[in-house]
């Protein structure tokens, strides 16, 4: 989904959610108003979630960070096709 997740997975403002693994209809919700290094970082954190939602959040934060900012050093910009 592109937009902000909805306000029942936290008590603060979120730019990314993804459902638990017990979800019968997955979705991930990404806020479409990020500039694009923020808008690839939370993509690659929330994609994590939905792959191994187990991992705890802090190093995903951490991987996701450290992903986005070389794929943004790299050249990796997003275009309509």
């Not at 802090?58 to 900012?69: A, H, K, L, P, R």
């Amino acid at each position: 989904m592109w937009k902000k997740p909805p306000k029942h997975f936290f008590d603060h403002d979120a730019d990314g959610a993804c459902d638990d693994r017990e979800s019968t209809d997955k979705e991930i919700w990404i806020n479409p108003n990020l500039c694009e290094k923020e808008f690839l970082k939370t993509c690659i954190d929330e994609a994590f979630h939905g792959c191994i939602f187990e991992i705890d959040n802090e190093i995903v934060d951490q991987i996701s960070e450290d992903m986005g900012t070389f794929l943004y050093r790299i050249g990796f910009r997003l275009k309509d096709e």
